[in-house]
Every structure is written in structure tokens, then in C-alpha cells.
């Protein structure tokens, strides 16, 4: 039959009973794996809810420049719960947008520019 660590010899059967009690002992728990990577997800998801904008009002125009400039496009607020998108160059736009020049307030200066928006349509349809 079996030896002394269960192991059954070549040739020799097992009773199904136990065979199915073997295979659900080792069998992982399938609803704990899915809480685990349920609770793992939201932790992670919830972390990056959690960051905010920039906001142009407090930081330096300079500031402001660099960070369109380093990232090309990026969405900063403009004070209170208004925000938009900043781009470097028209490069950044969708093929039927063109860049129009964007002015905000900084910490150091009321008008600021710190690159571009892009704007739907040809230029000269306003």
C-alpha cells in the first residue's frame, strides 16, 4: 500500500475518497486569492487618485515654464477648481488642433507664459 510519508508504490491504487480529500487539502482557496488581489488593486488605484494637480497660483512663472517644458503637456490648475491642459509646442496637439499661446497667473506675476493650449480647428475659424 502506502509508505510511512503517505506516498503510494507503482502499481498500487488509492481509495477515491481519499484522493479527492488530497487533491482539496492542496487546492488554494480561489476566493481568498481574489479578495487579495481585489484589496491590493484598490490600495494602489487609491494612491493615485489621491495626488493633485499643480497649481500655477503657487508656484514661480519660471517654475511653471520648466515643468511644460520637462513634460512636453501636462494639466495644471489655475486656481480654484479650474485646471487645463499645457502643452510645449504644437507636437503635443491632435493633428486637427493648433497651439494657441496660454497666459496664466503664477505666484510671482499675474500673467504668465508658460507655453501653449490646444485649441479644435484651424486658427482662423474663431
Not at 22 to 41: C, F, S, Y
Not at 64 to 86: K, P
Request: proline share 6%.
Amino acid at each position: 500500500m502506502a509508505d510511512a510519508g503517505g506516498n503510494v508504490k507503482a502499481g498500487e491504487r488509492r481509495p477515491a475518497r481519499r484522493v479527492m480529500m488530497e487533491r482539496l487539502a492542496t487546492r488554494k482557496n480561489p476566493m481568498k486569492r481574489i479578495a487579495l488581489t481585489l484589496v491590493l488593486m484598490l490600495a494602489f488605484t487609491g494612491a493615485s487618485l489621491a495626488q493633485g494637480r499643480p497649481s500655477t497660483l503657487s508656484r514661480s512663472c519660471a517654475a511653471n515654464q520648466q515643468t511644460v517644458r520637462a513634460n512636453g503637456a501636462i494639466v495644471l490648475g489655475t486656481g480654484g477648481y479650474t485646471y487645463d491642459r499645457f502643452v510645449a509646442h504644437r507636437g503635443f496637439c491632435q493633428f486637427d488642433e493648433y497651439a494657441d499661446p496660454a497666459w496664466v497667473p503664477a505666484r510671482d506675476t499675474p500673467q504668465c507664459f508658460i507655453g501653449y493650449r490646444c485649441k479644435s480647428g484651424p486658427f482662423w475659424d474663431d
